[in-house]
């Protein structure tokens, strides 16, 4: 889960009275029953009853977002082929992809033939019905979480599905990193295949907060950073981390998730009912999706009861603050500069308060985005502008993209109105330099 911050919105509803008539309608007798049938006249067929377990599976499968990873494109649902472009370590760039595999209930090319127990197997210790040890890009670290009831659900609901014949490309991993019996060793030291254990110190929505959160959700596979071996970092769970995605068609560049504990820079002055909107419409007071987040918003928060969003959100606001960003202090000159950009580019719909304008625009004073520990998706909104999704809500009620800014800036001025953004109103973030900008275009 990514919480990105350009456009935002909040909805002004409109209540209109209606006038109930009761009409008595007098019930059909059995010889008018006749008659219709006698005329030729179809009924309509049964519908057929819905198996409870497939559809509480459906609704869990859809908050782990199965679909975003598993669905190449337009292609059938499920079959697989999406790729994840690997970095880290050493490394600042791509240096592999992994492509996710066919899970849709075919034989041959998916997990058709899997067993419960060895589909259960995978979710929570990434090793596939073969023996193969899968690339923790699939998120068996969190899944691992999920409860036995649940798994079942999950199962039977993906057994459900139509098959998809369909077999992904090979992974492209260089050596040593394409043997994967280093896997092991990787499991051994960073993966957690514990269910998730209620607190009984907390109330039963923070439990459910914490289970989704930290389990279906998997919010720390993108919120939290990475150590040298590709492993969560726990000591900075959640406070913001990246990865590499489409900033637009053929181009990958680094994508920055925000703070989502209760830090100042992160989610500190959200109130519950904000984080909880955003998760189910994607725009609250305080920001509005874009870029990959679009794809996690319409495939899958939105589709989370206002229980569980709520639930969510009570469980963030709980996490303490941790702080990660480096205050700067930029001069009068460079700020001057900034201000001029901002005030000819970005004014007329952010304000010159930084509070966004009415269904136009979201605020960039106080915005994790502007202010994440990264400033690359900021760079990005800046260079690419910020697409309303295809589908479900639109982002502050704007109606139309963002517009990029790529070719009517060069690199200095994105970058001093990136520094100005991160610095004007009380904001906090480090400095961007020049260079940073030219990687991300």
Known sequence: ???????????????????????????????????????????????????????????????????????????????????????????????????????????????????????????????????????????????????????????????????????????????????????????????????????????????????????LGHCSACHTPRTFFLAEDKSQALSGGTYFDVVEEGKIRKWSAVNLTSSDTGLGKWPEADIANYLRTGHSFKAGTFGPMNEVIINSTQHLTAEDAKAIAVYLKSLPPIERNTEQTLSEEASARGLAVYDEHCEECHLQSGRGGFLKAPPVSGSAIVQAPDASSLINVILYGADVPDEGPAPFGAWEDMGAFGDKLSDEEVADLANYLRTAWENKGGRVTVEDVAKQR
């Not at 679909?67 to 490394?91: A, I, L, Q, R």
């Not at 023996?131 to 993906?158: N, R």
């Open 1 to 215: 889960m990514q919480f990105c911050a350009f456009p935002n919105t909040f909805a002004a509803g409109l209540f209109v009275a209606a006038l109930s008539v009761t009409v008595a309608v007098p019930m059909a007798s059995p010889h008018a029953q006749e008659e219709s049938a006698a005329s030729g006249v179809e009924s309509a067929p049964p519908v057929a009853p819905v198996d409870p377990i497939i559809e509480k599976g459906k609704y869990l499968a859809t908050i782990g977002n199965c679909v975003s990873c598993h669905t190449h494109k337009d292609e059938p649902k499920f079959g697989g082929g999406v790729p994840f472009h690997v970095v880290g370590g050493p490394f600042s760039e791509p240096f592999g992809t992994i492509y996710s595999t066919n899970i849709s209930p075919d034989p041959e090319t998916g997990i058709g033939g899997w067993t419960e127990e060895e589909f259960s197997h995978a979710m929570r210790k990434g090793v596939a019905a073969n023996g193969s040890h899968l690339y923790p890009a699939f998120p068996y670290t969190a899944f691992s979480k999920i409860t036995e009831e649940d798994m079942s659900a999950i199962y039977a609901y993906i057994m459900s599905l139509a098959p998809v014949k369909h077999t992904p490309p090979e992974n492209d991993m260089p050596f040593p990193f394409n043997v994967r019996l280093g896997l092991f060793f990787w499991n051994l030291l960073f993966a957690d295949d514990e269910i998730f254990q209620p607190d009984p110190e907390q109330s039963d929505e923070w439990n459910r907060g914490a289970y989704l959160t930290e389990g």
